[in-house]
T-cell receptor
Framework: NAGVTQTPKFQVLKTGQSMTLQCAQD?????MYWYRQDPGMGLRLIYY???????DKGEVPNGYNVSRLNKREFSLRLESAAPSQTSVYFC???????????FGPGTRLTVT | QKEVEQDPGPLSVPEGAIVSLNCTYSNSAFQYFMWYRQYSRKGPELLMY????GNKEDGRFTAQVDKSSKYISLFIRDSQPSDSATYLC???????????FGKGTTLSVSS
């Protein structure tokens, strides 16, 4: 029972390159989230998905796209990476009807 | 005014000390409160949650919510070096669709 897994753990991109961050959960939770964490800024919500087939913008969605592939998987795509997207990205899940979220181990992304 | 305010510290205490970590929030409609612990280069880990005013205890940890003053606290008794981490408070938004986090307080417990 792995909980929430994220791949890759680390990534270095050049400005303008694209990549997809993957998140998978085996907790059978309906809701999934993507956050970024920056020094002095805390955790900020990028996008979330309340259920398979639905996605909604969070606080900082610009420059990102998401896909809720199925109940288990939620991916985050950077189409044209910028240095301002250098951050640690966390995926989280939540069970329907509750409020607590469970986080993955994170992806450290550097854009040069 | 930020929706959730948290003093970033850092906070340094000797082993065995009682630690008090605090947050304030702005919206009196918030009803669900959580504390997360985040070790360096790891994901946030749910530590405690509470859905009401008052105290909730779990071992050496006590979460306290005072809705009248919109104040959230986490107390750690007999602190240990293994408690050294960043502690994040969080509240659920009114729709229950997302969490709003404080910026985190970094705690260091020295032996």
């Amino acid at each position: 029972n792995a909980g929430v897994t994220q791949t890759p753990k680390f990534q270095v991109l050049k400005t303008g390159q694209s990549m997809t961050l993957q998140c998978a959960q085996d907790m059978n939770h309906n809701s999934m989230y993507w956050y970024r964490q920056d020094p002095g800024m805390g955790l900020r919500l990028i996008y979330y998905s309340a259920s398979e087939g639905t996605t909604d913008k969070g606080e900082v969605p610009n420059g990102y796209n998401v896909s809720r592939l199925n109940k288990r998987e939620f991916s985050l795509r950077l189409e044209s990476a910028a240095p301002s997207q250098t951050s640690v990205y966390f995926c989280a899940t939540k069970r329907e009807g509750l409020y607590e979220q469970y986080f993955g181990p994170g992806t450290r992304l550097t854009v040069t | 005014q930020k929706e959730v305010e948290q003093d970033p510290g850092p906070l340094s205490v000797p082993e065995g000390a009682i630690v008090s970590l605090n947050c304030t929030y702005s919206n009196s409609a918030f009803q669900y409160f959580m504390w997360y612990r985040q070790y360096s280069r790891k994901g946030p880990e749910l530590l405690m949650y509470t859905y009401s005013s008052g105290n909730k205890e779990d071992g050496r940890f006590t979460a306290q919510v005072d809705k009248s003053s919109k104040y959230i606290s986490l107390f750690i008794r007999d602190s240990q070096p293994s408690d050294s981490a960043t502690y994040l408070c969080a509240v659920a938004n009114q729709a229950g669709t997302a969490l709003i986090f404080g910026k985190g307080t970094t705690l260091s417990v020295s032996s």
